[in-house]
């Protein structure tokens, strides 16, 4: 099953022809999530050649423009291709409040249901959960309230060694050994023993999306060990002060966390316009974490199972 | 002095990465004057090099949001790039409430004052002025209320033919032979013809910007005569019963109004995403007027004085 991770945008607060503001897509199975969506986010959707229909869950971060203006342009466009599967959006008191009047002053009575859901971004708590993934909020430090995503896959089922089943199991029983348990004979004796018919599952990847914030260790024990951790990096170390006064990270910072998060893998991102060669932002961070890389327009970045 | 029109933007609802949503740049003197802003406007300012600091006053003509979801990006923008200046902004009902509204939640304290004009679209008024040009608002015809913009140079001052002036005129006669009037003497006897020392200024051009409308022939007055008329064509004449439902125009419809209103030139945009090849709309609207182009992205039209 797919877990890809795709960025459609890299730029912080100014955008640039050639860096759109932050948008990303979290491919799980076969339904994609959008995290964030900065101004011209469906522009490169396009680009990328994406079905907006596929996008089932939309999670906005924060309502600084840059992470959200491209938002009721993608809804609209969405209503305009006459979608009619519901769409969940995620995201901070207001954002409901401002799309219900464009929509009010648009004349737009959209095609297809939008069930909103205002996330409490000072909680790690789960918001979503489907077959497939939870997703829990991430509390970022900003200047407006800010919270960032953790996307789980779900345990997933042991494998069931065919060649040493026995023929006697009913297909309930298959089940319950999938999901770890032992089967018992009615006196309460153990029948078969899991261990002997079934190998472990694959294992359930991780992202954490972490924008914008000032580099925060209390999130520690919710990142840990995660397959993929995405953390602004919105300045070089060298301008940490700045970094402070402004709620934003450094490389240096994004890749100490992610060190001491144990995660397996980094990606800068939210970059400065003033940085127009990024490669001292990722030497900063490989200096720290190695493997770490550059979340640029256009990257696609698949957690193997 | 420049009277200069660029497009930015060419597309109708659904932009894609070579169409961009509705925007235009007027210049007239030194000022820019932006007309709509579709999502991604600021990233087509940047990539023409257009100065957001120069832009003294934006027109919109309707809430539907390729015309205007553009606009809190780049106001946005002006700020972080520490703008000072007045900004006058003109549109309908509802555009204040709704920058108003994200402004509060983005937690954003504009660093230069924009002076709101909210616009009657209903009617042909005069909405600014100053010592260059007049705008007045053109009523169209939409789903939602919708005007157009008519801009117009003021009236210039006759040329001194300096050979023919006599050197007894004071700097206050000269200003009055500028505008036209004769010099007296204090018997109220004609001293100085202005017809023998003047002759007749530079014409003041003009600019007609009517979106989104069904062609509607009422406007034919305030039109008549400018040197350059945009026109929705969003469709071509074989979806005139679309145009007329959805309340856009089609290439030919566009083009029998430019004829009627005798204007100088046409310029069609708005083109439904269905044309992937315009020529089709622009040979449609030549062939009832000839003096046709099409308004697509870069595009730059100088009307010389």
């Known amino acids: 099953m797919d877990f890809e991770l795709k960025i459609l945008g890299s730029a912080s607060a100014l955008p640039s022809p050639d860096r759109f503001n932050t948008a990303q897509l979290l491919t799980v199975g076969n339904q994609i999530n959008l995290i964030d969506c900065g101004e011209g986010t469906q522009m490169q959707l396009m680009r990328y050649k994406v079905k907006h229909q596929r996008i089932c869950n939309i999670f906005i971060s924060h309502l600084h423009g840059d992470h959200y203006f491209g938002l009721a342009g993608l809804l609209s466009t969405m209503h305009l291709q006459q979608r009619?599967?519901?769409?969940?959006?995620?995201?901070?008191?207001?954002?409901?409040?401002?799309?219900?009047?464009?929509?009010?002053?648009?004349?737009?009575?959209?095609?297809?249901?939008?069930?909103?859901?205002?996330?409490?971004?000072?909680?790690?708590?789960?918001?979503?959960?489907?077959?497939?993934?939870?997703?829990?909020?991430?509390?970022?430090?900003?200047?407006?309230?800010?919270?960032?995503?953790?996307?789980?896959?779900?345990?997933?089922?042991?494998?069931?060694?065919?060649?040493?089943?026995?023929?006697?199991?009913?297909?309930?029983?298959?089940?319950?050994?999938?999901?770890?348990?032992?089967?018992?004979?009615?006196?309460?004796?153990?029948?078969?023993?899991?261990?002997?018919?079934?190998?472990?599952?694959?294992?359930?990847?991780?992202?954490?999306?972490?924008?914008?914030?000032?580099?925060?260790?209390d999130i520690l024990p919710y990142i840990s060990g995660v397959d993929l951790l995405y953390h602004e990096s919105t300045f070089l170390q060298e301008m940490a002060a700045r970094a402070e006064y402004t709620f934003h990270s450094t490389a240096a910072q994004a890749a100490t966390l992610a060190a001491k998060a144990q995660v397996k893998r980094l990606l800068l991102g939210h970059f400065s316009t003033r940085y127009k060669d990024l490669t001292p932002l990722l030497e900063e961070a490989q200096a720290i974490f190695p493997n770490t890389n550059l979340a640029t327009e256009g990257k696609t970045v698949s957690v193997l199972e």
């Open 84 to 217: 009619t599967g519901p769409l969940h959006l995620f995201g901070p008191r207001g954002l409901a409040e401002i799309l219900t009047l464009q929509f009010k002053y648009g004349g737009t009575q959209l095609t297809y249901p939008i069930h909103f859901n205002e996330v409490d971004t000072t909680a790690f708590t789960k918001i979503f959960e489907d077959k497939f993934m939870t997703v829990h909020s991430l509390p970022m430090q900003h200047r407006v309230p800010c919270c960032g995503y953790l996307f789980r896959e779900k345990q997933k089922p042991r494998h069931l060694l065919k060649s040493k089943l026995p023929d006697f199991l009913t297909p309930p029983q298959l089940v319950r050994l999938k999901w770890g348990e032992d089967i018992f004979t009615e006196n309460g004796e153990v029948l078969v023993r899991n261990a002997d018919v079934t190998t472990d599952p694959k294992r359930s990847r991780s992202y954490a999306y972490c924008a914008d914030t000032r580099c925060k260790e």
